[in-house]
């Protein structure tokens, strides 16, 4: 075969080889733009992308973490639609990074196979290197601010009372005091919880990247009950209008609770508020007021404001009035049974105002007795009255009536309506 290839090549003239290099020039260009009409190239973003940083040179750290990027793969549509965002990643190159100072590094791309080209949007960051320290600070306690007075914080003993702050040179020095949050929640009891110390600055602002070791710091806490619940008495002075009554007085919240020296707690039972006056009044009465006359050195914890509501209800004193000649009317009596009662009808004793009573009417007034499962017999039965609006119902007289039942006599018609009396 070689010696073939050797009779042949003195047939070739450089004007073939010159056609033979053109045609495969030209083979070649077909095949890329075939290739890419079959698989076109596709460029597509990656956003957000959290930027790695390799280890510095010993006691050198970022004073700050670099920026997020946009990485853009560029190739294929076939192998750029099959990237997933996990394979996604940039790292800064800090390979001329020798010390502390500023520096404008590039932003390197992984590599995936089958991209044709990689970058990073934007290509370069700008980056502070700082030499790395550490300083001790004693743990500071912060106890929660309570908007439930009857409990209190008492001293918190941590499991640690010192701890390391490291980082950047610049931020470590920002630092003035490391606190340790107490959070509470709904505890009421002592309970031993783990709390996140902070760095702080002088103004008391959080102070960010910066290590504390520990992280977490055990603490126990205790939970201090605070106060005495007592009942409240509303107190009033004065007398309502000529004619008029206080029918109630309400206190909201029924209690309180108060603190104080404990001397002073003990025989603290009622607390009263201080005085409402009803002179003249003619209608209720309602008032928000506070406790007074306590104890000395004692003080309401709840309610927060120390006030509570008082509704003094007041009404037109009534007059007891009987109202004669009321007939009693039956209800509820069985088939084919005839009801008679005695006595036919009866006095209602009733309390309401004047005026009331003025225009009170006989149709205003029903008395029923309820015959539901009684049978032929004589029956005692307690009436039921039915008044208007303010009109009280104190009894009747008689307060119970003979209740008659038989069948009907032959050609009589059952009935539930109560006979007229007898003469």
Do not use: C
């Not at 003239?13 to 495969?24: A, N």
């Not at 700008?126 to 500071?140: K, N």
């Not at 009987?322 to 509820?332: C, G």
């Not at 049974?337 to 009573?357: F, G, H, K, W």
């Amino acid at each position: 075969m070689v010696e073939g290839l050797r009779r042949l090549l003195p047939m070739f003239t450089p004007s073939d080889g010159l056609r033979f290099g053109v045609s495969l020039v030209l083979a070649l260009l077909l095949w890329g733009y075939v290739t890419t009409l079959q698989d076109p190239e596709e460029s597509r973003p990656f956003p957000n992308v959290m930027v790695r940083v390799p280890e510095l040179p010993p006691a050198l750290v970022l004073r700050s973490p670099p920026p997020l990027v946009t990485v853009r793969y560029t190739g294929p549509e076939s192998e750029i639609d099959d990237i997933t965002v996990a394979e996604v990643g940039a790292e800064l190159d800090v390979s001329e990074i020798d010390e502390a100072g500023a520096y404008r590094v590039p932003i390197r791309v992984d590599d995936i196979g089958g991209v044709r080209r990689e970058r990073a949007e934007p290509r370069e960051v700008s980056i502070t290197v700082e030499r790395e320290v550490s300083l001790p600070f004693a743990l500071t306690i912060v106890p929660p601010d309570l908007e439930d007075a009857t409990r209190r914080v008492g001293t918190v003993v941590p499991a640690a009372t010192d701890v390391t702050v490291t980082g950047p040179e610049s931020l470590v020095n920002r630092v003035d005091s490391v606190v340790l949050p107490i959070e509470i929640d709904n505890q009421s009891e002592d309970f031993e919880g783990t709390f996140v110390p902070q760095a702080r600055d002088v103004e008391g602002n959080p102070v960010a990247e910066v290590a504390i070791l520990p992280e977490a710091v055990t603490a126990v806490v205790p939970i201090v009950a605070r106060g005495k619940t007592v009942a409240v008495i509303a107190q009033v002075v004065g007398e309502p209008a000529a004619g008029y009554e206080v029918v109630s007085r309400e206190v909201e919240p029924q209690t309180v609770v108060v603190d104080g020296p404990q001397e002073a707690l003990e025989g603290l039972i009622t607390v009263t508020t201080a005085p409402i006056d009803l002179t003249g009044r003619q209608g209720s009465v309602f008032q928000r007021v506070g406790i007074e006359e306590l104890p000395p050195g004692v003080q309401v914890l709840q309610p927060s404001g120390g006030g509570v509501d008082v509704v003094v209800q007041i009404n037109q004193r009534g007059q007891v009035q009987p109202i004669p000649s009321q007939q009693v009317e039956t209800m509820n009596l069985g088939p084919g049974l005839v009801a008679r009662i005695e006595p036919p009808e009866l006095s209602v004793v009733v309390m309401a105002s004047d005026a009331q009573l003025a225009n009170l009417d006989g149709p205003d007034l029903s008395v029923r007795v309820n015959l539901d499962g009684l049978g032929v017999g004589t029956h005692q039965v307690r009436p039921s009255v039915s008044v208007p609006a303010n009109v009280q119902w104190l009894r009747t007289e008689p307060e119970t009536v003979s209740v008659i039942i038989t069948e009907p006599t032959d050609g009589a018609t059952p009935s539930a309506a109560t006979p007229p009396p007898d003469g």
